[in-house]
């Protein structure tokens, strides 16, 4: 088994290498033969039930197929770089996608001129344009661009390779609450969630930050409940994952460890419950005195959104709790005539609408469950936890900084609620069940979808979370 998982590792990594001494269609046949051999290497190297094997290949070719429609659309619609920039419909602005690439081109560019890498880690580099020269997706972009050349479609291919990581990481995760057909029902809905696919298959950060949430979330079951015990390759590893993730999104690091406190709290026996009351107390303590400097801090680290909890434009506390509810369970309205459906991308954020709309509904009505103790013992509290406070505490803060959450952001949590959803539909074992859950679901589908009909005066509620 070891000797194969190294030949297959082999075989990935000369497959990116002959990708690094090509170009054009050469290149990308490579990139993706070594997407492919990645998938047998994780396969064998996680020892995982052999049903993922055959999806998790078929949904990297749906990646790779996704990436080349949305390029080649993008072209078509008179985009020549295969970006889209601006407005393209009503609903969603295209900006992070080109920016992160010029960003990044120009990025490379210094590296390689004279004096440039000294320059740059002098730290003295104007931080112009969106993101800067230190953001660390740009970083990531532009050392891949010196190794492969700066094709935008050969840039999306090969981060491809971090969602063929989650996929193998999340089935891994779901098996250890669902038996092999539901686990890998839960890492097909997550994966064509459409909001995800947005990510995996643009030049954009969101499926690497995905990926890391859920390698940590993988690194903890391991050990969860169990007698093994993490070697220093582990540790170091979980350690480079939950630096990466604070450099690539700082808040998400910081709602895992806020996560994981209240999880190791609810399950601490009481004089360990202390332990962890007082160090919070002490973190508030140093907060209070450290206010100021906090608050500069906070200002410095989201200086590119807005806008803040700490200014006067804010929602009020009940508006916002309103909104994160609602957000939490039922998502976001789109119309139709909101997006330019002749492009791909806007199909994928219209359908993402729909389709998070569905699976939410869903994951209130497994919540309902969950408190009647209909789900397996010993997961209730792990599922209240991380299925429902972490996406909580996901969207008050994104709330907060973006007043809205946009589709691809719920990729962040979303594979906890898809766990929870095949739990749901793992649990349900006879019609009755799924004649009442689906009667719920009629119904609340009804009420949310009648407020942005001719009818919407009549309930208001849209005006109210809008």
Sequence with gaps: MQSRCTVLFLGWLVAHVCAGLTGGSIQQLFILAGLVVFNFFLYRHLQLHMGILWPGIGLTLLFVLLAYVQYNNAVALGYDDGMLYGAVGAKHEYYDVSEYYYESKQLAQLFVTNGGRELWLSGSLPNDGTYGPYNAFNLLNAIVMLLFGDQVIS?????INFSILAIY?????????LCPAFALYSVLA?????????????????????TLIIALAYMATRTWNSRVKLSLVGKSATILLWGSLFCFRNYAAAILVGTATIYYYVISPGWQKLRILAGL?????????????IQNGLAELFQEDGPHLWESSAPSSVRMLLRVVYFMFLGQP????????????????????????????LSLVALCYLLTGRFKKGTTRAILVFGYIMPLLFLLLITYIFGWPIPRLYSMWLWITCIVVMMLLETMNDYWQIIWAGSVLAVISAFYFLQYSPFASI????????
Excluded at 281 to 293: D, K, M, P, S, T
Excluded at 348 to 359: A, C, I, K, Q, R
């Design 169 to 177: 990481f999340l089935y891994g995760i779901a098996s250890r609450f």
């Design 459 to 466: 309930l208001r509620i849209g005006a109210v979370v809008q």
């Design 190 to 210: 997550y994966n064509l969630y459409p909001g995800y696919l947005i990510g995996v298959t643009n030049l954009l950060r969101d499926n690497i930050i995905a």
């Design 155 to 159: 840039l999306v291919l090969l981060k």
């Design 334 to 361: 789109g119309k139709g005539e909101e997006f330019y459906l002749g492009s791909v991308s806007e199909w994928l954020n219209f359908s993402g609408y729909v389709y998070l709309h569905l699976l939410l509904l």
């Design 281 to 293: 107390g002490l973190i508030l303590i140093v907060g209070f005195a450290l206010g100021n400097e």
